[in-house]
Nanobody
Framework: QVQLVESGGGLVQAGGSLKLSCAASGSIISINAMGWYRQAPGKQRELVATITSGGSTNYADSVKGRFTISRDNGKNTVCLQMNSLKPEDTAVYCC????????????????WGQGTQVTVSS
């Protein structure tokens, strides 16, 4: 099975920085896109950033210029560097990955981590 584990969340003051990491492990043949999502209390889950296997990135407008997504294909890891944090960034952050798990159909599946809490104080 495939497992995604996030780390790096915590409590930080407004204007501070945090770096989140997510490592995928298990029966992985390859990984296409990876991404970060977040969900705040009372709000719907929203896309934060995505990155393809080739390194193309996409960001939510609310985090552009402040967050940077990156990945290490050799380690099956995706990171999210978060700078200039704001109280409205407070949420549970989850990583996801589109994973090829076998060479016969169906070969791809979507997997999610358990989430890590990010709290930004004013």
């Amino acid at each position: 099975q495939v497992q995604l584990v996030e780390s790096g969340g915590g409590l930080v003051q407004a204007g501070g920085s945090l770096k989140l990491s997510c490592a995928a492990s298990g029966s992985i043949i390859s990984i296409n896109a990876m991404g970060w999502y977040r969900q705040a209390p009372g709000k719907q889950r929203e896309l934060v950033a995505t990155i393809t296997s080739g390194g193309s990135t996409n960001y939510a407008d609310s985090v552009k210029g402040r967050f940077t997504i990156s990945r290490d294909n050799g380690k099956n890891t995706v990171c999210l560097q978060m700078n200039s944090l704001k109280p409205e960034d407070t949420a549970v952050y989850c990583c996801n990955a589109e994973v090829q798990i076998r060479r016969t159909w169906p070969s791809w599946g979507a997997y999610w981590g358990q989430g890590t809490q990010v709290t930004v104080s004013s």
